[in-house]
Each structure stands twice: as C-alpha cells, then as structure tokens.
C-alpha cells in the first residue's frame, strides 16, 4: 500500500508540473504574439514605420472586417481552401501509395529514387507554365501545383519511415511463417504512424506553399490573389491581411492534425 501510495504521490506531482508547464508554453506563445502586434501598432501610430508600406494590427483588422462585410473573404478563403485539401489529400494518398511500393520491391525503388531525387531539387515554380498549359488557367492547375509540391516530400518521409521498420523484428515475423503483406500491415505501417502523423504536418505547409504558388501563377480569386492584386494595386493592407487569414488557417489546420496524433497514437 505504501508503495502504491508513494507512486500515486509521484504521478501527482509529475501532473501537475507537466500541466504548469504546458500552461506556461502557450502563455508565453500568446504574451509573444501580443507583444510583437503590440510593438508593431505603436510603431505605425508614432512614425517609427510607415504605415502604408508595413501596415498597422488595426489596418489590417479593419480592412478583414471589409471583406467579411463585402462577402468577398469566403469567397477567396473557400478557394484556397479547397485547392490546399484537395492537393494535401491527394498527395498524401498518393505520395504513401508510392513509399509502399518502394518499400514493397527493392527494386522498384533502386530505378524510381533517382528520379524522386531530382524532382524534389526541382523548383516547382519552374513547371508553372507548363502546368497551365496542361490544366489550364484555373484551379485544376492550383490543385496540381498544391499537389506536385507535396507528393515528392510524402514519398521521401514515408519511405524513410518504412525502412526504419527494424530488421529484427522483421526477421522474427518471417521465422514464425509471416507474409510479406502480414508483416506490412501487422509491423511495417503501425511502427510508421508517427513518421506518418509528421509527414500530415509538413505537408500542411508544403500545400498551402503550391496553392499559394498556383494562385500566384494563375488564378482569379483565392487568398495567392489577393496578395498579387493587392501588391499590384498598393493596397498593403489587403497583402499584410491575406497573409494573416493565411497563417490562421494553416495554424487550424495543423492543431487539427496534432488533435488527431493524440488519439492515433493512443490506439497504437
């Protein structure tokens, strides 16, 4: 009893300073963001930086207020959204697709990573026109640019994952008569959830990145034109807000990804 008593003792204390902690992590992450807006809004309001080329928090509050009462944010943020999912997805699915294949045939892989290689050096933004040319002006091609941007860096992560699988323990499921697609999915896939939960986030930013790209390149609505129209036009605050609706929403969309690691991993 004693023994149970003094390991409850400890577990009580190690819960409290892990919940003092995580208190303090995301107090110190809010001080800092009002902090720097704080410093930001004085310093447009005395002249310390022109307001009109760096923009003010309450310009910038004022002129998302003008697009929510104009209707055009949902518009452009329902854009972006869609063509930033739609790549996320797809090159998730198929980027995985192509890392179990990998891991699947030793020798599929020794002819295919060379290639995977040197399309991860390519600067995507250098296949834009072409890309236009094949899906058109649209968002076929924004969605293809989100994807292409992604797939490459999924397939890379994952197949890392997979051959980081130990041996050891592959060499044992053979020696009891396991099948290659028994190992697979009984050892090989459960060991690499968490590369594949890291591989969700970095995928996140690299999404939003090729539909930003795309937008840039060819679009008429969406937050990437809104940044492009409002730096043709000058209007600063449009692009200083665009960027702030941007990060918002790929910051949601990765505190979504970490809410579901807590409960994958639970599983597993």
């Known amino acids: ?6 390991i409850s003792e400890k577990q009580m204390i190690y819960l409290k300073k892990n919940k003092r902690n995580k208190f303090f992590v995301n107090l110190s992450r809010l001080l800092i963001a009002l ?29 998302i207020k003008d697009l929510v009462v104009s209707g055009d ?26 890392a179990l294949a990998m891991w699947w045939s030793e020798n599929f892989r020794k002819i295919i990573e060379p290639y995977i290689i040197i399309l991860n050096g390519l600067p995507k933004i250098a296949l834009g026109p072409i890309i236009i040319v094949w899906f058109g002006n649209g968002m076929n091609s924004i969605i293809f ?3 292409l941007t992604a797939v490459i860096v999924t397939t890379i992560t994952m197949i890392n994952g997979f051959l980081a699988c130990e041996n050891g323990k592959i060499m044992l499921l053979k020696s009891m008569g396991a ?9 090989v896939i459960p060991s690499s959830l968490p590369t594949f939960i890291s591989c969700l986030k970095i995928n996140v930013g690299m999404a939003w990145i090729g539909s930003i790209i795309g937008e840039y390149l060819a679009s008429k609505q969406g937050i990437g034109y809104l ?11 449009l692009v200083m807000a665009s960027t702030v609706i941007l990060c918002v929403f790929a910051g949601v969309m990765y505190f979504l990804i ?6 994958l991993l ?3």
Not at 228 to 236: D, E, I, R, S, T
Not at 258 to 263: A, R
């Open 258 to 263: 970490s809410l579901s690691e807590k409960t």
């Open 35 to 63: 902090i720097f807006f704080g410093i930001w809004e004085i310093a447009a309001d005395v002249g310390i930086i022109d307001s009109f080329l760096m923009s003010s928090p309450s310009r910038i509050i004022k002129t």
């Open 73 to 98: 944010l949902y518009v452009h943020v329902f854009t972006t959204l869609y063509e930033t999912l739609s790549g996320f997805l797809l090159a998730t699915v198929v980027g995985t697709a192509v």
């Open 179 to 187: 099948k290659k697609i028994q190992i697979l999915t009984k050892l």
């Open 1 to 6: 009893m004693k023994t149970n008593d003094k």
């Open 227 to 237: 940044i492009v129209y409002g730096g043709q036009v000058f209007k600063l605050d």
């Open 145 to 147: 640019m989100a994807f």
């Open 266 to 268: 639970k599983k597993y």
